[in-house]
């Protein structure tokens, strides 16, 4: 079965730090994966997607994330967090007929 | 803009009484999913629409319905609303994209659903 696991359901960064976001994912066939950013009382808003194009996406708001085959992985990145950041990050994989997955989300916490 | 717009954003309803969200999307996508989130948690899959073709998730309770009745809009009916039914609930879209899709999935700003 295809699934994304999101390590660590809560992540604090200080302003201006490094902020990952752990995404892995098991797949019988080459993922289709995205990245979503929710912020309170809001819907889904897509940050970036591997669709297998290139294994380093660049997405909105200076994130990015790269696609790993050997491990596994589509981690979320950023340079430098800003206060706006702050939300819920949720990784998902595209399943057969258009269906999502998503992981169980990941909170950012900026700390000033 | 293209968009997914859902209407009411915030709803109130008594325990027991049916109540209608609504979706609708100037996208012209073929495809259209509800979602329930419940705080502090993933959305939940309840059904989507491949055009008119309905598809319900095994586990979503008989109580939640939908309607589409043309491309634009779709409709999530909750004929006897309990306590655990409060919850935001999400609209997306999405062009279909064949078995395996790469196409995302849009999403509007969701009802926030409260249960007197």
């Known amino acids: 079965a295809q699934s994304v696991t999101q390590l660590g359901s809560h992540v604090s960064v200080s302003e201006g730090a490094l902020v990952l976001l752990r995404c892995n994912y098991s797949?019988?066939?080459?993922?289709?994966l995205f990245w979503y950013v929710q912020y309170p009382n809001q819907g889904l808003q897509l940050l970036l997607k591997?669709?297998?194009?290139?294994?380093l996406v660049k997405g909105i708001n200076g994130f990015e994330a790269e696609f790993k085959k050997s491990e596994t992985s589509f981690h979320l990145t950023k340079p430098s967090a800003h206060m706006s950041d702050a939300a819920e990050y949720f990784c998902a994989v595209s399943l057969t007929g258009n269906q999502f997955y998503f992981g169980t989300g990941t909170s950012l916490t900026v700390i000033p | 803009d293209a968009m997914v717009i859902q209407n009411p954003r915030y709803q109130v309803t008594q325990f027991g009484k049916p109540v209608t969200l609504s979706c609708s999307q100037t996208l012209n996508h073929n495809v259209m999913y509800w979602y329930q989130q419940k705080s502090s948690q993933a959305p939940k899959l309840l059904f989507h629409?491949?055009?008119?073709?309905?598809?319900n998730e095994a586990d979503t309770p008989d109580n939640f319905q939908s309607r589409r009745p043309n491309t634009s809009f779709c409709f999530l009916d909750i004929r006897s609303p309990g306590l655990g039914d409060a919850a935001m609930y999400l609209c997306a879209t999405s062009p279909w994209g064949g078995t395996h899709s790469n196409q995302p999935q849009h999403f509007g700003d969701g009802t926030r659903l409260s249960i007197l």
């Open positions: 629409y491949y055009d008119k073709d309905f598809n």
């Open positions: 591997y669709t297998s194009a290139a294994t």
């Open positions: 797949s019988s066939v080459p993922p289709y």
